[in-house]
Structure formats: structure tokens, C-alpha cells
């Protein structure tokens, strides 16, 4: 609760609810500690249906639909799930595709390419949202391929279908994506903390500079918001606005310029477009008439400073719901 408020935010999202301590007892834990006068905040809780299986077995849509009865204005169960496809970046165990990994070690699969549809395709036919981790090209290639599949077989006109993380990704990826339709979100500090670690060790510097290429995406007109993977990094949206205008890495060394986007886009990222990645830009994401009056008070403003100044401004507090 206090990293949420001290970053500035009013809305967040758990991108993989039921995955790690069991779908009981993190509902248990969240009614008791999330909610209420003294949460300036709400939460989205974006089911894992890999986690649902195991626990609830075939009983497992029957159950998300049942805990989805039981949300409330603050603790949301949107209509979504979040699969997953390689492993994690921060241990380079993402899949990525030729060269590999230049010290020669591999990659792992979180959920095997032959399982990964069987995971999904219920909800997709159900109507849900699905949002997809991936970090390596060979992760993403295989993702790519599902969505084709379940956009041809199960044809969607109003969907979200989020990559979620896109650490290592190619340009033709990209266009293919675009092509596709669908939006990324992004880890925020990936390119500020490993991008001259792995241009190093691993992966390379040609790849490494290009990792989390949001330029690529904006040109391309594909929508993209960012996020921090809490507890996995720090929780300061304005840390991620400021890597993604500056590029700069944590020596201040600038990775691949033209992979950078404008305050104004950066801003829109954890503001408007991340409400409509959650469908909920009709409520918040900003100031209109009939939205909740949610919004965050800054010591200074993002557009008068220096990019690679933007993570040292201040929250000063937030306004949730029209309560300071």
C-alpha cells in the first residue's frame, strides 16, 4: 500500500492473480489489506489460468467466473486473464532466437509452445481479454503465431491482447504485431538497469541497445503502455517515463535514440493508454467531466525538466476519488 501511494498511483493491476501464493489465500489477503478508507487506491486482479488449472482442475473457468461475482468497486475481477510464454528477463531465461545466447547457455519456457493454446483459447472463445508474458524473439515468435490462430479461428472485433514485458523483440515482429492488432506493455527500467549489462554478457550490444523498443511501436502505431513487475523492480512510473524519452542507461550511456518517444507519449503510457489497456479509460486516466476525480500531484512538472530529470520529481501526493 505504501509503494503504490508513494509512486504516485491510483489504479493498479495484478497482472498474475492466484500465481503465487494460491488463489484463496491471496483473495483472502487482498479483501483484508486492500480495500477500504484507508487505500487510496483500487486494485484489477488479471487471473492466471495456468494457476486456476492446477488448483481447480476442469473446474477451473467455473471458478473465475465465481470469484469474478464476488469483486467489488475496489478489488476488481475484470473479464481477462494473463497467460505466459518464456522465462523471466532479469535471469536471462527468456527464449531468444538465433544467435542465442552468445555464452551458449538456453533459455526456458514458463508454459512449452504445445501447451500454450490450451491455456488460452477457453477464455479467448469466452469473450476475456488476454495478456501475454513474454521477453526473448523466440518467446514472441510463438505468441504471435497464437494470436493469429485464435484471431483467425475465433474471429474478435472489441479484444485487448497485450504482450506483456517485449524485452528482446526484431522489427519484423513489430510490423507483424501492428498488422495483427494488439498492444505491449513494457518493464519501464529494463533498458536503464540491464541494457549495458546484457549488451555485455549474454546477449549482445546489438540487441541488447534495441531491448524494450518503444519507438519501434509507436511508429509502427501500436499502442503501448509500461509497468514495473513489482516486486521485481521498483514501483516509480516516473523512473520509467524518464528511460523511455532519455534512453539513458545507469551510466548515462544513450541506447539506440531512435528507439525513444516523447514525454508526452511516455506520460500517456502510465496514464490514458494503460486505462485503455485495462478498459477503463471511460473512468480514469484523466481529468474529464464524468471520470473519478484520480490524478497525482507532482513538485514539478514532467514537460519543464530535463528528460533524465523526470524520475527525480516528487510525488507529492494523489487524489483518489476526489479524496487528497
Known amino acids: 500500500r505504501k509503494l503504490v501511494q ?24 487482498s479483501q483484508s489489506h486492500l480495500q477500504g478508507e484507508e487505500v487510496p487506491f483500487r486494485t484489477l486482479f488479471i487471473a ?76 479467448w472463445k469466452a469473450g476475456y481479454d488476454v495478456y501475454y508474458h513474454v521477453n526473448g524473439d523466440k518467446g514472441l515468435d510463438v505468441v504471435l503465431d497464437l494470436f493469429e490462430t485464435l484471431k483467425t479461428e475465433f474471429p474478435r472485433v472489441d479484444y485487448r491482447f497485450s504482450l506483456e514485458h517485449f524485452g528482446i523483440s526484431r522489427e519484423d515482429q513489430v510490423r507483424r ?21 546484457y549488451a555485455r554478457q549474454g546477449v549482445g550490444y546489438a540487441r541488447a541497445s534495441q531491448m524494450t523498443r518503444l519507438g519501434s511501436l509507436d511508429r509502427a502505431k501500436v499502442p503501448f503502455t509500461m509497468h514495473s513487475d513489482l516486486p521485481m523492480g521498483p514501483f516509480v512510473p516516473l523512473l520509467a517515463v524518464s528511460t523511455s524519452v532519455s534512453r539513458k542507461s545507469a551510466s548515462g550511456r544513450v541506447l539506440a535514440p531512435e528507439q525513444a518517444v516523447s514525454v508526452e507519449s511516455a506520460l500517456r503510457a502510465v496514464t490514458i493508454d494503460a486505462a485503455w489497456s485495462l478498459r477503463l479509460d471511460h473512468e480514469i486516466g484523466s481529468i474529464a467531466p464524468g471520470k473519478r476525480a484520480d490524478f497525482v500531484v507532482l513538485d514539478e512538472n514532467p514537460l519543464d525538466v530535463r528528460p533524465n530529470r523526470i524520475s527525480d520529481i516528487s510525488v507529492w501526493g494523489t487524489v483518489y476519488e476526489g479524496r487528497i
Open 6 to 29: 508513494r509512486g504516485g498511483v491510483t489504479t493498479v493491476a495484478d497482472m498474475m492473480a492466484g500465481g503465487t501464493i494460491g488463489i484463496e489465500r491471496s483473495w483472502q489477503y
Open 48 to 123: 492466471a489460468p495456468f494457476a486456476w488449472q492446477i488448483e481447480r482442475g476442469e473446474q477451473a473457468f467455473e471458478a473465475l467466473e465465481a470469484r469474478r461475482r464476488e469483486a467489488t468497486d475496489q478489488l476488481r475481477w475484470p473479464k481477462a486473464v494473463k497467460s505466459a510464454s518464456d522465462g523471466a528477463f532479469i535471469s536471462q531465461l527468456m527464449q531468444l532466437g538465433p544467435p542465442g545466447y552468445l555464452d551458449g547457455h538456453e533459455g526456458e519456457w514458463l508454459i512449452p509452445p504445445q501447451f500454450q493454446r490450451a491455456a488460452v483459447e477457453p477464455y
Open 177 to 197: 504485431f501492428a498488422g495483427l492488432g494488439g498492444s505491449v506493455s513494457i518493464i519501464g527500467y529494463d533498458l536503464r538497469y540491464f541494457g549495458e549489462a
